[in-house]
């Protein structure tokens, strides 16, 4: 089988193929800073539990956990697919390892996609959680999305690391733009050296000697 939306989308169609939509459960998922709101239904829909808040802790994601299985208790169930709106980095603790049920369906939802399915349904100006947790649950029965692939423990900290180091080059380069920017303004037309006393590790060089138009001496 070839799936119009490509091998990604072909991945997920299988998990679902010829299964009763009623035995699929779509646990969409918006996650906060401090807290996340969550709601459960099958794949026909029918709401099994209303959107609720946990926090983004590890109780937070126990009560999760208790929710969706008392949510789903006394049916047949034989997929759980989790849908979480990759907002920056506020999703990460989410996806880590061991954190969510091994037999849980991790998928990632771009918030592009989210805003695209909040205009498809005449909600493009509307955002609020309780909206967006609708469109993440419309793309999981849809089969839309990526299968998030869970690191191990030391990957996902050096993944931390690295998107940490990421930000403060960001604010570093951003910063020294801003002070050359007004040592422009403040002294216009002065010619900065390149030659630079200060190690190269502290990001910037101030001019060793500035000089003014026309302040070279003529032979």
């Known amino acids: 089988m070839v799936h119009v939306d490509g091998a990604q989308a072909q991945q997920l169609a299988q998990a679902t193929r010829g ?18 709101m969550a709601l459960v239904c099958d794949f026909t829909g029918e709401l099994l539990a209303r959107p609720f808040e946990f926090p983004m802790t590890l109780a937070g994601v126990r009560l999760l956990v208790d929710r969706v299985q008392l949510a789903t208790s006394g049916r047949a169930v034989r997929l759980v697919r ?14 880590t390892t061991g954190v969510l049920p091994e037999d849980w ?9 989210v805003a695209a399915q909040r205009q498809l349904t005449g909600r493009r100006r509307l955002k609020t959680d309780a909206l967006d947790l609708v469109a993440i649950s419309d793309l999981l029965r849809a089969g839309h999305g ?4 869970v690191l191990a423990s030391a990957l996902g900290e050096l993944a931390g690391w690295v998107a940490h180091r990421e930000r403060r080059v960001t604010a570093r ?3 020294k733009n801003q002070l050359l920017g007004q040592v422009d303004r ?3 037309g002065v010619a900065v050296s390149r030659a630079c006393s ?22």
């Open 19 to 36: 299964v009763d939509p009623a035995e699929l459960v779509a646990v969409p998922i918006d996650a906060g800073k401090h807290a996340a």
């Open 82 to 95: 989790v849908g979480v709106e990759a907002a920056g980095h506020y999703h990460q603790p989410l996806v």
């Open 105 to 113: 369906q991790l998928i990632q939802i771009s918030p592009a996609q």
């Open 146 to 149: 990526a299968s998030h692939r």
């Open 173 to 175: 380069t951003a910063l």
């Open 186 to 188: 403040a002294f216009p």
């Open 198 to 219: 200060a190690p190269r590790s502290a990001g910037w060089c101030w001019p060793s000697s500035p000089t003014r138009p026309g302040s070279a001496r003529s032979g």
